[in-house]
């Protein structure tokens, strides 16, 4: 690209920018007495561009690796477990001012399936598996605490382009772990990394 065009290019894309703040803000505005952030607002970062499109009805999740009791659960095993609600903003590393929203998360305690299946002395991470083939690697220390498995968003099922029907809600820690389309937990005791965390980015993913 020559200077001007790229100058060019650049005013653009500050003009752009602008104008999505300011909609932003209107939107934000226009949002509930709680501060929540609208579906539609709500920004949408995925690493391909390939947006599963997963059913209830035919939904598994596979929890296995080095665990005593490996499970396949379905959407209906999932809803009947006890559940948390945590309201919690999920934050883009790349751009975490606009790339950011705040949502109520409904899910299964992360610490309760790892007591179901009982993982080996040496597991030391849980790896996320997308249905689009993305993968984050989690901490088991992390997991323990504060991890929920998704399937309820505001009171509603999860949109879509956010992860339906079942994903990852990691509250205090950036939004690539914060894995959609969730199909498999697999436990290990190998310092295994995900997608973005093979790329640099920490697996200690705490904002
Ligand atoms: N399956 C899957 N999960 C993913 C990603 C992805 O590419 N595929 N991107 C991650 C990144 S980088 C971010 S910031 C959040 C964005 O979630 P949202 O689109 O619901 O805002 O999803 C995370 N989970
Ligand atoms: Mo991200």
New binding site residues.
């Given amino acids: 690209m020559d200077l001007k065009r790229r100058r060019d290019f650049l005013k653009a894309l500050v003009i752009t920018s602008s104008i999505l703040v300011l909609g932003r803000l209107g939107l934000n505005l226009q949002s509930g007495s709680h501060g929540l952030t609208s579906f539609s607002s ?7 561009n390939y947006t599963p499109s997963l059913s209830i009805s035919s939904y598994v999740l596979t929890v296995d690796g080095e665990v005593q009791n490996p499970l396949q659960l379905t959407y209906q095993d999932i809803l009947q477990m006890p559940y948390q609600e945590v309201q919690d903003t ?1 934050q ?2 790349s751009l975490p001012s606009l ?1 950011s ?1 705040n949502v109520v998360w409904r899910g299964v305690p992360m610490s309760y399936l790892i007591e179901k299946v009982n993982p080996s002395s040496s597991v030391i991470k849980i790896l996320a598996y ?3 083939g ?1 993968v ?1 690697d989690l901490p088991l220390e992390k997991a323990m605490k504060d991890v929920l498995v998704v399937y309820a968003v505001d009171g509603q099922n999860l949109p879509v ?3 339906f029907p079942v ?1 990852l809600a990691v509250p205090g820690w ?3 772990t ?4 969730l199909t498999r937990l697999h436990f290990t005791s190998r310092n295994v990394l995900g997608y ?1 965390e093979s790329l640099g980015y920490p697996d200690d993913a705490k904002k």
């Fill in positions: 709500w920004y949408v970062v995925q690493y391909s999920i883009c590393v790339l929203a997308g249905a689009d993305y984050a382009n956010h992860g994903r950036w939004g690539y914060y894995v959609k389309w973005w």
